[in-house]
């Protein structure tokens, strides 16, 4: 496994975490999770940022994924 590889490998995971956390800030202030004394809780702004952090998620991951596809194919090409 190349370096390409390793880093697509780390921005596809980091972008699912990256999604998760944007999906539980979502799910938080529209009351569905979380404790009521947050900060989050019931804002509707929350909610549109959560929105944005899971979408530049879904940016990370797919450069990663796009980063292993292009590494992959570089290498059967050199062979």
């Known amino acids: 496994m190349n370096n390409s590889e390793k880093v697509g490998r780390i ?3 980091l972008g699912i975490v990256i ?3 944007g999906l539980l800030f979502a799910a938080q202030s529209r ?3 979380g404790p009521t004394s947050s900060f989050m809780y019931d804002n509707p ?4 940022n959560g929105s944005l ?4 998620g ?7 994924f796009a980063l292993q596809l ?3 194919r570089a290498a059967k090409l050199s062979q």
Do not use: C, F, P, R
Not at 58 to 64: A, E, K, R, T, W
């Open 11 to 13: 921005l596809i995971v």
């Open 19 to 21: 999604i998760a956390m």
């Open 31 to 33: 009351t569905i999770v």
């Open 45 to 48: 702004e929350w909610t549109v």
């Open 53 to 56: 952090i899971a979408a530049s």
């Open 58 to 64: 879904l940016m990370v991951g797919s450069i990663g």
């Open 70 to 72: 292009y590494s992959k």
